[in-house]
């Protein structure tokens, strides 16, 4: 077990979740009425308070980044690899990286972009970096990490009502404003390289972010192995497939189809349809674990993944992956793991990108029992 999640370990164990937020809880049955340090309104809840635990350190232990400052491409190479993996989001033809030797440390980002207030966040435990528009109901919100772990999956709140949310899947699960859900904004994660070299102009979050941390470095030594035990998960794993197999996830109608990396890591393109709906699925290499060695940039290549639709100008496509590049079989123009085609009769053009997550399975199917795995019988 890493050593900070040996450490993290220790203290849940020994200090309960209702023994650090609560004086007296008594049986799930009673009412909990307050929790100390809270505002939250914890009699409206959709979850059972004793499916949430301390991950160890309190509320804003670990601090969220409000407003970071950004650099360019070009400066954020003096101390960014090549393959260190970095959360790509591209609004309007902008983008931003966020990359996770920043974000393992803070887990959430509250940034605006293009007008937009978005979250950028990563749950370690289940390699979840998920992008959510911070508007609801007409009121902006700003997100901090609770401290606190549902099914091993980070709990944010938000800091207008306290109410608290499950980032994997963007909602609300006590207090005012349980039964919500944020909207997702697509996202990548990528290698910081193949950023750079589809976003040339694109902007990168500071290593000046107010705090001292030892960026770079990964407090969760090795827990990026297939044969690994979900770190404080207290659900039932999927039989069909092992718990810390990544998975690259999309999402239609609330049906969601799982496809195992080693599925699509081998196939490296996936034409699919999702009842009504055509996807394609790429899977190239160039992006780092952030979980696996001690320093990420020496961590092994585990690859960036892209879904989209696989149209352009009302016109079908289908792709094949040849000679380490993706090409459409119609044109055979050439396209990056961003969906966008880089030479050929159709170079400039853009596929629509649908929002997907690549997490560890476990994290996905607790949420999402019903899942379908590409590739079942």
């Given at each position: 077990m890493p050593k900070r999640v040996l450490s993290l370990f220790l203290v849940a164990v020994s200090v309960s979740f209702f023994t650090v937020c609560a004086k007296s809880q008594g049986?799930?049955?009673k009412k909990v009425q307050k929790l100390d340090g809270w505002k939250?309104?914890?009699?409206?809840r959709s979850v059972k308070m004793s499916e949430l635990v301390s991950g160890g350190p309190p509320k804003d232990g670990i601090p969220a980044l409000?407003?970071?400052?950004?650099?360019?491409?070009?400066?954020?190479?003096s101390w960014l690899k090549a393959k260190e993996p970095v959360i790509s989001l591209v609004i309007d033809g902008e983008a931003r990286a966020y990359p996770l030797q920043i974000l393992i440390w803070h887990e959430i980002i509250n940034d605006k972009f293009k007008g937009i207030p978005v979250a950028v966040t990563f749950c370690p435990l289940c390699y979840s970096a998920?992008?959510?528009d911070r508007r609801l109901d007409g009121k902006i919100h700003n997100f901090g990490v609770s401290g606190m772990l549902r099914y091993s999956d980070?709990?944010?709140?938000?800091?207008?009502?306290?109410?608290?949310?499950?980032?994997?899947?963007g909602e609300a699960i006590v207090g005012d404003l349980t039964g919500k859900k944020l909207k997702q904004i697509p996202a990548q994660i990528v290698g910081f390289e193949q950023f750079a070299k589809a976003f040339p102009e694109g902007k990168?979050?500071?290593?000046?972010?107010?705090?001292?941390?030892?960026?770079?470095?990964?407090?969760y030594v090795g827990y990026d192995e297939i044969g690994k035990t979900p770190f404080l998960f207290k659900g039932k794993t999927d039989g069909r497939i092992r718990p810390m197999e990544k998975i690259v996830v999309v999402e239609f109608d609330g049906q969601s189809t799982v496809y195992p990396?080693?599925?699509?890591?081998?196939?490296?393109?996936i034409n699919d349809e999702i009842g009504s709906h055509r996807v394609v699925i790429f899977h190239t290499d160039g992006a780092n674990s952030a979980l696996d060695a001690g320093t990420i940039s020496e961590s092994?290549?585990?690859?960036?993944?892209g879904v989209f639709v696989p149209e352009v100008d009302g016109k079908k496509l289908n792709f094949s992956f040849k000679n380490g590049v993706f090409i459409d079989n119609e044109t055979k123009s050439r396209w990056n793991v961003f969906g966008r085609a880089v030479s050929g009769q159709l170079k400039g053009k853009q596929l629509k990108r649908i929002q997907h997550g690549d997490y560890f399975a476990f994290a996905w199917l607790t949420f999402r029992p019903k899942s379908v795995i590409y590739g079942e019988i």
């Open positions: 049986s799930e049955k939250t309104n914890v009699a409206k409000n407003n970071p400052k950004f650099i360019s491409v070009a400066d954020a190479g998920v992008a959510f980070m709990v944010m709140f938000d800091r207008e009502t306290e109410s608290w949310w499950q980032q994997i899947t990168v979050v500071s290593k000046e972010t107010g705090y001292s941390r030892n960026y770079g470095r990964n407090p990396h080693t599925t699509t890591r081998k196939m490296r393109v092994k290549d585990i690859g960036a993944t």
